[in-house]
């Protein structure tokens, strides 16, 4: 009898070692280590960033982890809520398919190491595995960009539920749990993973803020499955294989393509791909948008009050509430309205934290431009995303000065593209670290971070980095200098 998925899965996990990795695979990694603290320092002052930090502390138990940002030593479990709560905030995480994952996988790996002492090479290992899983299972069920017959085909249920897999395997790899309880961590996962309910997100709005899934909920259920099956129970793992009765049918895709969960398992490492990263604090649907209104404002200088209309050509999939949302009653609401997020564009604000002040989200002159923005579908939308998985086909006009302004892009910043501006360079990354941990950390601490990250294989131990993620933290040696 052949290995279930989940066992291939369980054996993949076991497998997975740092002198294995392909070097893009060991690069891309700490990319999205790097990225991920800063997103999580940025949002320390923010609603769903502050509320995640209290609700760690509710939580209670030893101080054996970081909240990122605060210096502040609480559990691992409330530090892994706290820190998928503040990576995915501000909303300017990185994403690869099915979406948004490095704040469901990366908190419990980031807790669990730290509280072990583990090394940088087996962070390495964990974030490698985990994003590869999700990716994985995210290519195997239905996509939010899927189409059908020229059409866009976007699924009636869908969510990110399927990176509970992912998160737990990093968590089973950094606690380096006995072979045999792999395949029991990773079918509890699988039993007990949250529903899927982004599509009603989609559709209501004023939009809650829990957003499509909240990030410390998953990291809660694999923190659980690990632990679970530590302690002895036993999970199943015949759950991916049943389609029947089994995780495809209750959490919801139409669509199972197993085989892309399992074919070059191990030797094939995709998620590099289409790994993307992104510049702007709001819903990647409107960056390529933001590229060409962020380009024709300051070519042109042009100020807010000069501008008569803004229209927009959009992913045929946004024409939802969430996203035609013109009632900004909360700042979260500013990071997925299409007209909101255009007219805070004009007023040419660095990206950052700051696209989340109230004075500007609120302010006058933003929610005034929002009723000169207008948009409609892009009329090669489909066949442009079927010629290329970085896809976002996005055109723009500026009517100001009597005259109009056009720009097109078809892949936004941050994707890997055929068009290599697309690519987000390791320089561009630590500069946006920087402006997102500017206010909370020194100067000295941010070089010291930055170098520790880019040189993870060689840190002896990744508390050295996460004890120094905020302004109260105490150094007495740089995590620089503990290389070694």
């Known amino acids: 009898m052949s290995d279930t998925i989940i066992e291939q899965l369980a054996d993949f996990t076991a497998q997975t070692e740092y002198d294995r990795l392909p070097p893009a695979v ?6 999205i280590l790097l990225d991920s603290i800063g997103c999580a320092v940025a949002a320390i002052g923010e609603p769903k960033g502050r509320i995640g930090i209290d609700y760690a502390r509710m939580m209670g138990g030893n101080d054996d982890a970081t909240v990122i940002g605060t210096g502040e030593r609480v559990s691992i479990f409330g530090a892994a809520f706290a820190n998928g709560e503040l990576i995915n905030a501000l909303d300017m995480d990185a994403v690869v398919p099915p979406g948004h994952v490095a704040p469901y996988v990366l ?86 993973s949250p529903v899927n309910s982004q599509v009603a997100w989609f559709q209501h709005a004023p939009s809650s803020t829990i957003k499509y899934l909240l990030a410390g909920a998953l990291t809660q259920t694999a923190m659980t499955a690990a632990h679970m099956a530590e302690l002895g129970h036993r999970g199943d793992v015949q759950i991916l294989d049943d389609r029947e009765y089994g995780f495809p049918r209750f959490i919801g895709t139409r669509r199972w393509e197993a085989e892309r969960i399992t074919t070059g398992l191990g030797t094939d490492w995709l998620f590099p791909t289409e790994q993307a990263y992104k510049p702007y604090p709001h819903c990647r649907i409107l960056h390529a948008l933001l590229d060409s209104l962020t380009d024709i404002v300051e070519t042109h200088d042009i ?27 909360h700042v979260h609401d500013a990071q997925f309205s299409i007209a909101h997020g255009l007219a805070l564009g004009a007023h040419r604000v660095p990206p950052g934290k700051a696209w989340q002040d109230p004075e500007l989200v609120f302010g006058r002159s933003v929610m005034e431009l929002m009723d000169k ?96 993620l905020g302004p109260d933290a105490r150094q007495t040696q740089s995590p620089e200098r503990r290389i070694g």
């Open 107 to 192: 908190p419990g790996a980031l807790a669990v190491g730290e509280a072990r002492h583990a090394t940088g090479k087996a962070l390495i290992e964990a974030i490698a595995l985990s994003h590869e899983m999700s990716y994985r299972l995210g290519k195997a069920m239905d996509y939010l960009r899927d189409t059908k017959d020229g059409k866009v085909s976007p699924p009636p249920v869908y969510g990110y539920s399927s990176t509970v897999f992912g998160a737990t395997a990093a968590i089973v790899k950094l606690k380096a749990l006995p072979a045999e309880v792999l395949p029991n961590a990773l079918g509890i996962a699988g039993s007990i």
């Open 303 to 329: 100020a807010p009050h000069e501008i008569d209309g803004i229209k927009a050509w959009v992913e045929g999939f946004v024409e939802q509430p969430v996203w035609l949302n013109r009632e900004i009653e």
């Open 373 to 468: 923005v207008s948009h409609e579908v892009h009329p090669n939308y489909v066949e442009l995303l079927s010629g290329h998985a970085a896809s976002r086909p996005a055109k723009i006009e500026v009517s100001a000065r009597g005259q109009t302004f056009l720009g097109e892009r078809r892949y936004p910043k941050g994707s890997p593209s055929p068009d290599p501006a697309s690519l987000m360079s390791n320089d561009e990354l630590v500069a946006k670290f920087r402006r997102n941990t500017e206010d909370v950390m020194s100067a000295d601490r941010i070089d010291d971070v930055i170098a520790a990250v880019f040189n993870l294989e060689n840190v002896d131990d990744v508390a050295s980095i996460m004890r120094v």
């Open 26 to 31: 060991v690069e891309e990694c700490k990319r």
